[in-house]
């Protein structure tokens, strides 16, 4: 079935948030999930994975303000983003691929589920 996102909102510039994204379903330890972002006209942009075997990888400019977990025992991937700022306000949306490889993990197309997003927005 389809991700399911929570932890989005308004927040202010310099907030922190905890995006979580809960996968149904079996074999979640074989999976590799993403964190993908749409802001208003603009495409889907890619900004963190992390691998069935916990590599992780991230868009280069997030990556000192983002991080991405997963608990296996709880099906669910995480997305923490610290310091937050207007530019950041998008839809976020969690993907999931069994076994996609690491080479791919920043492709949206590699992925095969998703959700249905939740909504980040940064007041300055």
């Known amino acids: 079935g389809p991700l399911v996102e929570s932890g989005g909102g308004l927040v202010r510039a310099g907030d922190s948030l905890r995006l979580s994204c809960a996968v149904p379903?079996?074999?979640?330890?074989?999976?590799?999930l993403g964190w993908f972002r749409q802001a208003p006209g603009k495409e889907r942009q890619f900004v963190a994975a992390i691998t069935y075997f916990g590599g992780t990888f991230y868009k280069e400019s997030v990556k000192e303000r983002f991080f991405i977990s997963r608990d296996d025992a709880k099906s669910t991937v995480y997305l923490q983003i610290d310091n937050l700022n207007p530019e950041d306000t998008a839809v976020y949306y969690c993907?999931?691929?069994?076994?996609?490889?690491?080479?791919?993990?920043?492709?949206?197309?590699?992925?095969?589920?998703w959700g249905q997003g939740t909504q980040v927005t940064v007041s300055s």
């Open positions: 993907a999931a691929r069994y076994r996609l490889s690491a080479q791919f993990m920043n492709q949206a197309e590699k992925y095969d589920n």
């Open positions: 379903g079996d074999f979640f330890s074989s999976y590799t």
